[in-house]
């Protein structure tokens, strides 16, 4: 084969078409780019077909669950109330279908050439690309490394997808288990620990740092176990995770515990294990391409890698595993390699917890805004002191605000409670706005509204909150 | 008497405990003031008791028992939903009493003196307090009228608050009505219509002008009668409302439709008859306090009255009859009479409707834009676009955005749909910041969330949004 009678001439190759590559596909053809998306299994990568999407529907029916389990609050009679299991998976099989027929829909609507296969680098302008029984190759003046992530699988356990779990079998389980063990206190874990106790299931966590912290601002994750401890999840504290043992009907999870080898037989274990990049099989050494430590690839803001021509974005490079994160890299990358002037900047990168209640997060937290040096202000308004909340039958959870005392200027916004996901916006905005704390205490909120908690933790800053009695009359919220 | 003997003196006083006045009061005992309270009725005023509070318990239930009768769609089966009217109403009960206390509980922890009665001016520094057989004088330095408004009464319509129910009585009836016909189309008269309809009413509305209009973006009021045609409420067009008359058991109602007398038998009427400030027996002719042409006071952009040290806020002043205004306005005005530089702004006040799904919007509209002169662009986008309205089974709606061409100032920012409520803040903040289109397409939102239908609105400003179709692939949202 003489390649160069071969290669197919592109512009812009994309390599993955998880929500990275799709929004860089879409946003490059937008501003003029012929664009080749090379997938090798489905549209919408792992966060639509095994991820966000299916996890956050399993979420959402633990939510609607909540809510009909709680409906005898309000005067409504359910007589029973029965999961039918085939139902609830056909919904996740749908909502799944139709969000991928509509990200092919958008790709060809936006003449995106989507081609199944595999793709790895021969040159610095050249990918080769198998699929089925064919190979190409591919010349392009631009290509885009979205080729995600993959959960490690840990040696010895046998990740089956069946009794025992990783991040992308989790939310497909036919049926509610009887008992899951979750090793990890990541998102995920926190997530499917609420949904799944929600639905039914006995939950135990062992969670995978020696002092459980779930990353957050301390207070929220306080604020977690507490919730987690009125919901009747187990965590066993001060705990290590060594081994996992099949059973007949379930799993051995062997783990360390107060000096003591410790075993707890259940139903499924769910463990939550790293993510490792995506980018052995791409020829990446071959060309040269400088990596991190880690197997990401090094790039700078622009999504550059140190190869001219080659982007890369998503879980294949450093930070967050988050969509949000390669989705705006996405953008960036494409509008790069179209002469716009874009950069990545991720300082004020929202983070979203969907238990019941939800989290929501941008900023620093507390802890780092210290740690950072800042001379911090900060207020803390419980839920249980908002009209709409009570109303709603929704008072768990608070607010919490970090400004600096010398400028007021706001530099976290950290949420647990009913509407923390969409109000978490408005905290985005403040932030990469640079706002002070005048500028959310001056602005109008509806009445009676979650909305309204937000400003009073601003006004509580300087302890002017309307709705929290002053503070030698309360107790503190506690710390 | 001698009054000069008589006179109780004080640093502030208040006159009505509505949300305006309390948060007032609250606000002048933070920064130092002696602050007295009276009211006549209950403290949290017609909101908490009979408006905002008691309608939006209606609202919250109602939606409730939307997500329940939804519930087959995730897989979940409930054999039987029924209304428990007893414990519907006693719920409504608690929330109320709750939130009193909560007020009470305030004052209390604030110092706020608070006296049961009826006040009015015997001079520019003096109020007259009738309470049970006492009768007081007390002297002031500063006054904040904060008395509220009432629906106005109809001449020859009975309203018994049984049948012909007004904007006090609406949300407490003991049942939920067989057929419920609404003369209004403002913010209550859209609620009360889902509301009752989705508790199982009949309901028929009569808009209360010629062409049906219910004041919010053009593209929002289609969007109602769309969502309403759905769910079966009738609205009968180019309607007069002219007449109601007792029936035995219900109400007929007379109007006047295509140019024909007719008439509609139901069992309960709701008129939204516009409000009228409560300004009449406060003796303020006497103190020649300068009056608006409609009954309310006037006041300047720190509440202040014609007369020095007088101050009114909320309904008794000009403008929209939102809790929202009263709130800013009595914080204002206490801070203000302590001294503060405090100003009222309500250019950027957000209105909300719970209607199911909910509305809300805040700036210009774009017939409002486009009538003040400025050469627009507008965007709109469909929640069927966003993967988390998709997964959450609430797909109706869309957001809209209005900006300057010129300058990418954004101007308005209009959303009916799920989140709404919570999501108008980033559009207040917006607004307030005087962002530009790039301010809200820079940020960083969670994936999937609904936070991501603001953003792509905003990238498709610059027809840019990701999932949305170019235009010439798909048929531009109905406008």
Redesign the interface.
Known sequence: MVVGEMAHERDVIIIGGG?GG??AA??AS?LGKKVTLIEKEDLGGV??NKG??PS??LT??AS??K??ER?????????????????????RAR?IS??RK?VE??CK??KVEIIKGTAFFLSENRVGVEHGERYDIFQFQQAIIATGSTPERWQGISFDGNRILDKWSISFLPTIPEHLVIHGSDVISLEMAMAYKTLGAEVTIIPNRESLEFGFDSSIDREIKRIFKKEKITIIKESYFLNALPLENGVQVIYFSNGLEKSLDCSHLFISTPNKPNTEALGLERLGVKMENDGCIWVDSKCRTSITGIFAIGDATEGHG????A??QG?VAAEVICGLPSEV??R?????VHTIPPI?TVGLTEEAALQEGYVVRTSQLPLS?N??A????KKDGFMKIISEQSTDVILGIHFIGE?A??????G???L??A?REE??T??????????EA?LEAGEQLK??A??L??KN??EKVKQ
């Open positions: 929500p799709y929004h879409i946003r937008q966060c639509l966000c999407i956050k529907v959402q029916q609607r669950w809510q009909i409906a005898a609050d309000m005067g409504f009679i359910v007589e029973s109330l029965s999961l039918n299991n085939e139902k609830k998976n056909a919904y909502i139709e969000l509509g829909n958008l609507a936006n988050l969509a949000v994160k989705i705006k953008k900047d991720l004020f990168l929202p983070q979203v929501a002191s009209g709409f009570a109303l709603s039958g509407g996901v969409e109000l978490i916006s408005s985005t905005l403040l990469e706005m706002a500028d959310l001056f602005s109008l909120q509806p009445h009676p509204s979650l909305n937000l302890e002017m309307i709705h009695a002053p009359h309360h």
